[in-house]
């Protein structure tokens, strides 16, 4: 299934707008900013720079009529810059995930959701990871809440690399909606 998200200028899906279907990494080439945004199916991943860095949000199908709004739900930043889609992933969801960058440290594999590494893992942190299968998202603090980060399968030595500086990350949960 595609996904396909409108990007428009102005709150309340006013101004110019930019339909995408696949992963953008810079919209400065299509919009100025974007104040609102419509998801019509799929999923997708938004970031507040170009290239999939800084801070991050998960969006599913709804209306987003006011980024600025988005803040107190958990957003932490008022303009998209890059978005990627989130393909929908059938089948076993497994992560191994670590205490200390480059996979140094105490790890754990994980197969479902963890609301908190420490209480779970005795883990105090999680600064890299590995995703064998599925899409997750992480959190900063325990029980899903704070900033957030998407990992696609793949090998991640280091958060710092991916612009998350100073962040370390408490919970994870599995993506496994249909959008």
């Known amino acids: 299934m595609m996904g396909k998200i409108t990007f428009y200028e102005e709150r309340n899906f006013q101004g110019r707008s930019y339909e995408c279907m696949s992963d953008c990494a810079d919209m400065s080439s299509h919009m100025s900013r974007s104040q609102s945004c419509r998801v019509e199916s799929g999923c997708f991943m938004v970031y507040e720079r170009n290239n999939y860095m800084g801070n991050q949000y998960f969006m599913r199908r709804g209306e987003y009529r006011d980024m600025n709004r988005m803040m107190s739900m958990g957003m932490m930043f008022d303009n998209i810059r890059s978005c990627r889609m989130i393909p929908y992933h059938r089948g076993q969801f497994r992560m191994k995930i670590y205490e200390r960058e480059n996979f140094g440290g105490q790890s754990n594999e994980m197969m479902d959701d963890c609301d908190n590494i420490q209480e779970r893992y005795r883990m105090s942190d999680c600064q890299s990871c590995n995703v064998m299968d599925g899409h ?36 994870m949960r599995r993506i496994t909606d249909m959008c």
């Not at 957030?148 to 919970?171: A, I, N």
């Open 136 to 171: 997750w998202l992480m959190y900063e603090q325990p029980h899903y809440k704070g900033r957030m980060m998407y990992m696609r399968p793949g090998e991640y030595r280091s958060f710092r690399d991916m612009g998350m500086s100073g962040q370390r990350f408490m919970s």
